[in-house]
């Protein structure tokens, strides 16, 4: 179901685990030649970025498709657009899909979409504006695919695989205003503790 557009093989942008689950399992039914790329610096903190990319690592294994990973959590350029309101999403889509179109692009990829139109939550005007506009300008495709009917028996998938859900979409600015944050937080200061013990930092 991609608007009827032609194309060859896709890089599909993987925002996190859970979301993958559904589109991955329409899109290989479906016979569709794709890589997966995790590039998401809107994350915030790092071990955020690390558990959702330890999550894209094991959906891809599941399904044993490519993943490229690029990039690291980047704080700052989401906490100056903190009184941007829906601003600051377009921007977040536009920044992650331009990376997505420009390595599309060079490694001879002619389509991209993203996970993220899985989710009720997300902005989808947004995110079909701002897909479509920097993949026209790289001459490659972005595919509007809608799974979001998809979107609980997704979840449903990551809870039977044991796979991370998060309670915030992501950003600094997103975890402070989630009603979550005081459990999160210390659950990333958790998880610091054990990582920096597990690499015998204490
Ligand atoms: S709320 Fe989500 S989409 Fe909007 S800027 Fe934050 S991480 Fe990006």
Not at 32 to 45: G, K, M, T
């Amino acid at each position: 179901m991609s608007g009827c557009v032609e194309f060859k093989k896709l890089l599909l942008h993987i925002c996190c685990g859970p979301c993958a689950l559904w589109p991955l399992e329409r899109l290989l039914e479906e016979g569709v030649d794709l890589s997966l790329f995790f590039y998401n610096p809107n994350i915030h903190p790092q071990v955020e970025w690390e558990r959702r990319l330890d999550n894209a690592i094991r959906v891809a294994d599941h399904y044993r498709v490519p993943l490229i990973v690029q990039g690291s959590s980047s704080e700052q350029e989401w906490q100056k657009r903190a009184n941007d309101g829906d601003e600051r999403c377009s921007y977040c889509y536009r920044v992650r899909f331009s990376h997505v179109a420009e390595l599309a692009g060079a490694q001879g990829f002619d389509a991209i979409s993203t996970t993220l139109l899985v989710s009720p939550w997300q902005k989808r005007d947004r995110i079909l504006q701002e897909g479509q506009r920097v993949a026209a300008g790289r001459g490659i495709a972005f595919l509007p695919y809608d799974w979001r009917e998809g979107y609980r028996k997704g979840q449903a998938m990551a809870r039977d695989l044991g796979l991370y859900r998060q309670k915030y979409c992501g950003c600094v600015i997103s975890l402070g205003e989630s009603s979550f944050r005081e459990s999160i937080t210390k659950d990333h200061q958790e998880l610091t503790r054990r990582r920096e013990g597990s690499a015998g930092l204490t």
